[in-house]
């Protein structure tokens, strides 16, 4: 079941399944039209990127999209997938759904590992650091840290795993230089 702000660790009854999946159920269409306008806008961006439109405002969406997809997108799906798998036929029914729509769940998490194989490693790296950048104004989370006198390896997301800041930094400092064209502010003539 999805985490509920206040949930413990016991499974719900059946009829708290039903309950709970009952009330969801309008969140389940929000987030399933989220998720659409998500994909659409990856798909937009990486078609837009790939073309040569590298206008620094369509990269970085690109960069954040990408990175949601494989990661926010991802487990959002496998959580639907697996609270339908746990939960009885007459629990579902009873709220609407069916389990039916798991083969549904299971080709968008097929197509999304299917995006996330064409990366390396690096490349990986690459793109978290990336929607960082884009996200955040200061990525401190790249720089060395020590903790109880020891430096300590800092776990990625996409990666799934601790880098060394020395190997971080060995993957993504080739791809630091900057490929993107200025902006040009094409409402004013040329003086």
Same mark, same amino acid.
């Given at each position: 079941?999805?985490?509920?702000?206040?949930?413990?660790?016991?499974?719900?009854?059946?009829?708290?399944?039903?309950?709970?999946?009952?009330?969801?159920?309008?969140?389940?269409?929000?987030?399933?039209?989220?998720?659409?306008?998500?994909?659409?806008?990856?798909?937009?961006?990486?078609?837009?990127?790939?073309?040569?439109?590298?206008?620094?405002?369509?990269?970085?969406?690109?960069?954040?999209?990408?990175?949601?997809?494989?990661?926010?997108?991802?487990?959002?799906?496998?959580?639907?997938?697996?609270?339908?798998?746990?939960?009885?036929?007459?629990?579902?029914?009873?709220?609407?759904?069916?389990?039916?729509?798991?083969?549904?769940?299971?080709?968008?998490?097929? %197509?999304?590992?299917?995006?996330?194989?064409?990366?390396? @490693? $690096? !490349?990986? =790296?690459?793109?978290?650091? +990336?929607?960082?950048?884009?996200?955040?104004?200061?990525?401190?989370?790249?720089?060395?840290?020590?903790?109880?006198?020891?430096?300590?390896?800092?776990? %990625?997301?996409?990666?799934?795993?601790?880098?060394?800041? @020395? $190997? !971080?930094? =060995?993957?993504?400092?080739? +791809?630091?230089?900057?490929?993107?064209?200025?902006?040009?502010?094409?409402?004013?003539?040329?003086?």
């Amino acid at each position: 079941m999805p985490k509920v702000k206040g949930q413990s660790k016991k499974a719900l009854s059946d009829a708290d399944k039903g309950r709970f999946l009952r009330a969801r159920k309008g969140y389940g269409d929000i987030a399933a039209q989220q998720i659409l306008e998500w994909t659409s806008r990856a798909k937009r961006c990486t078609a837009s990127v790939a073309s040569g439109n590298l206008h620094p405002d369509i990269v970085a969406v690109f960069w954040i999209s990408i990175y949601g997809l494989m990661t926010d997108v991802r487990e959002h799906v496998v959580k639907q997938r697996e609270t339908l798998t746990n939960t009885n036929e007459a629990t579902l029914g009873a709220s609407g759904l069916s389990k039916s729509i798991a083969s549904d769940l299971n080709r968008i998490v097929d %197509r999304i590992d299917a995006i996330y194989t064409t990366f390396n @490693e $690096d !490349e990986l =790296a690459y793109i978290e650091y +990336r929607r960082h950048v884009e996200c955040h104004p200061l990525q401190r989370g790249y720089e060395m840290a020590i903790r109880d006198g020891t430096i300590i390896d800092r776990p %990625r997301r996409l990666t799934k795993r601790s880098w060394t800041y @020395e $190997d !971080e930094d =060995a993957a993504l400092r080739p +791809r630091w230089t900057p490929q993107i064209r200025p902006v040009v502010d094409t409402s004013k003539p040329a003086s």
